[in-house]
């Protein structure tokens, strides 16, 4: 990625697979804890070898990008990270930044980095470094719901036993992403990886990352028109582009080394401190009518990891979500904005795959409802804020509202469930 030039031809033979509901791979299962949340990203952002100090992030609030590409970890990492410790994490994302993560691990065998995978064992290998990255991200206080960018370097994809060895081990990096429940990106050259990814995005042979960022250095920052890989794939939500290499700019008298990215993807989800200002009780969910959990004092911190809607109290509708899982009102919570959602709190969201092409998008949860003009790509991800009964599809009653307002039946959702509501996810 950094320091690393990109070639900008891109050739590549795209398999279309059947538009049926996938059991296993192309699409995993992924569940989530209760205290925690996906983080959707959209702008722009920046990546740079090592972490800024804070002052330097302080100063590059007056920049266009509101997010940053931080190396937290892998075995090809090279530069120092005297900076990225919990400490910054909590400090930067409390100003207000997104935080894409990203992972230099092993290499393609037929790459230029210093280690490189096995052409025999890079399955085991893969679900090995998630487990590293995983246990890297938790220590930086990146939760569960993280989204968590491997990051394969340019190859040489006429090199049939090298492609191999790398989309067995982004796979197994993917599952196990997974079954740790976070969630998984890959980050990879337009010309290789890319389209290897994308020729086997319905591939049975192998596990579909949840998004894709690549690079590409043409100083274009569209998100679609990707040669090789359509429009089609890593559809809603799930795509970045690094679209300038190396090059110095400067913001509030700070000038540095960095990259140009753009994002609409899952990013780093977090904890983000606040008190409250009575003696409030914490809910098993966002409304009164649930059971108390806790009685929280006033002047407590609470850790919150997002803002979801309920029952007006106050002046507001919002209730905060916290780590344990219960719900505060956000009413007493000592939150910047007592009438709507307070950045930079995410709102309450958990990513899913489509498992059919097509999917059709309803105005409320039934067959009942009108349907909107465009429709979910298989792959997709169904941002789903929480979950309610409807008319019966397959084999469950449930639907699922997304993020934009719609409605999706849960059966083409790779939920945990194809016949009752998935924990965590709330009820509408």
Same mark, same amino acid.
């Given at each position: 990625?950094? &320091? !690393?030039?990109?070639?900008?031809?891109?050739?590549?033979?795209?398999?279309?697979? /059947?538009?049926?509901?996938?059991?296993?791979?192309? %699409?995993? /299962?992924?569940?989530?804890?209760?205290?925690? @949340?996906?983080?959707?990203?959209?702008?722009?952002?920046?990546?740079?070898? %090592?972490?800024?100090?804070? $002052?330097?992030?302080?100063?590059?609030?007056?920049?266009?990008? &509101?997010?940053?590409?931080?190396?937290?970890?892998? *075995?090809? +990492?090279?530069?120092?990270?005297?900076?990225?410790?919990?400490?910054? !994490?909590?400090?930067?994302?409390?100003?207000?930044?997104?935080?894409?993560?990203?992972?230099?691990?092993?290499?393609?065998? =037929?790459? %230029?980095?210093?280690?490189?995978?096995?052409?025999?064992?890079?399955?085991?290998?893969?679900?090995?470094?998630?487990?590293?990255? *995983?246990?890297?991200? &938790?220590?930086?206080?990146?939760?569960?719901?993280?989204?968590?960018?491997?990051?394969?370097?340019?190859?040489?994809?006429?090199?049939?036993? =090298?492609?191999?060895?790398?989309?067995?081990?982004?796979?197994?990096?993917? &599952?196990?992403?997974?079954?740790?429940?976070? !969630?998984?990106? *890959?980050?990879?050259?337009?010309?290789?990886?890319?389209?290897?990814?994308?020729?086997?995005?319905?591939?049975?042979?192998?596990? +579909? /990352?949840?998004?894709?960022?690549?690079?590409?250095?043409?100083?274009?920052?569209?998100?679609?028109?990707?040669?090789?890989?359509?429009?089609?794939?890593?559809?809603?939500?799930?795509?970045?582009?690094?679209?300038?290499?190396?090059?110095?700019? @400067?913001?509030?008298?700070? %000038?540095?080394?960095?990259?140009?990215?753009?994002?609409?993807?899952? *990013?780093?989800?977090?904890?983000? +401190?606040?008190?409250?200002?009575?003696?409030?009780?914490?809910?098993?969910?966002?409304?009164?009518?649930?059971?108390?959990?806790?009685?929280?004092?006033a002047n407590t911190s609470l850790r919150i990891v997002c803002q979801t809607f309920g029952p007006k109290i106050g002046t507001t509708t919002v209730w905060d979500k916290l780590i344990d899982g219960t719900y505060v009102t956000d009413y007493y919570v000592r939150t910047p904005n007592k009438t709507g959602y307070s950045a930079p709190l995410p709102g309450c969201t958990f990513p899913f795959q489509t498992t059919i092409n097509n999917l059709t998008r309803r105005h409320g949860p039934g067959t009942a409802y009108s349907t909107y003009p465009s429709t979910l790509p298989i792959g997709s991800l169904a941002w789903v804020t929480c979950q309610a009964p409807g008319s019966k599809v397959g084999t469950t009653a449930v639907w699922d509202r997304l993020s934009d307002g719609s409605w999706v039946?849960?059966?083409?959702? $790779?939920?945990?469930?194809?016949?009752?509501?998935?924990? /965590?996810?709330?009820?509408?």
């Amino acid at each position: 990625m950094f &320091k !690393v030039k990109v070639l900008v031809a891109a050739l590549g033979v795209l398999l279309i697979g /059947p538009a049926a509901p996938a059991v296993a791979e192309p %699409t995993t /299962p992924i569940t989530y804890n209760a205290g925690t @949340t996906a983080t959707r990203f959209t702008g722009l952002a920046f990546d740079t070898c %090592t972490a800024p100090t804070l $002052a330097q992030m302080t100063a590059w609030n007056s920049s266009p990008y &509101k997010a940053i590409g931080i190396y937290f970890g892998g *075995v090809n +990492r090279t530069c120092a990270q005297p900076q990225l410790t919990p400490a910054w !994490v909590t400090a930067v994302t409390a100003m207000g930044w997104r935080l894409v993560p990203i992972y230099l691990g092993l290499q393609a065998p =037929c790459g %230029t980095r210093t280690y490189k995978m096995s052409t025999t064992a890079s399955n085991r290998e893969g679900v090995r470094e998630a487990d590293d990255a *995983v246990a890297k991200a &938790k220590a930086l206080g990146l939760l569960p719901g993280s989204a968590l960018y491997n990051d394969m370097e340019n190859y040489n994809r006429a090199d049939a036993v =090298c492609r191999s060895a790398v989309l067995h081990y982004l796979s197994a990096w993917t &599952k196990e992403l997974h079954l740790q429940r976070y !969630v998984s990106g *890959v980050y990879a050259n337009l010309s290789s990886g890319a389209l290897d990814l994308a020729a086997g995005y319905n591939s049975t042979s192998y596990a +579909r /990352p949840d998004a894709l960022w690549i690079a590409r250095w043409d100083n274009s920052s569209l998100l679609t028109g990707w040669a090789g890989v359509p429009n089609t794939f890593w559809a809603v939500g799930q795509r970045g582009k690094q679209y300038r290499g190396d090059h110095t700019e @400067t913001y509030g008298g700070v %000038t540095l080394n960095i990259d140009n990215d753009r994002f609409d993807a899952p *990013v780093a989800s977090v904890v983000y +401190r606040y008190t409250v200002r009575a003696t409030v009780y914490s809910y098993s969910g966002p409304s009164t009518a649930y059971p108390i959990r806790s009685t929280i004092a006033a002047n407590t911190s609470l850790r919150i990891v997002c803002q979801t809607f309920g029952p007006k109290i106050g002046t507001t509708t919002v209730w905060d979500k916290l780590i344990d899982g219960t719900y505060v009102t956000d009413y007493y919570v000592r939150t910047p904005n007592k009438t709507g959602y307070s950045a930079p709190l995410p709102g309450c969201t958990f990513p899913f795959q489509t498992t059919i092409n097509n999917l059709t998008r309803r105005h409320g949860p039934g067959t009942a409802y009108s349907t909107y003009p465009s429709t979910l790509p298989i792959g997709s991800l169904a941002w789903v804020t929480c979950q309610a009964p409807g008319s019966k599809v397959g084999t469950t009653a449930v639907w699922d509202r997304l993020s934009d307002g719609s409605w999706v039946t849960d059966y083409y959702v $790779a939920t945990a469930s194809k016949t009752t509501y998935t924990a /965590p996810i709330r009820r509408c």
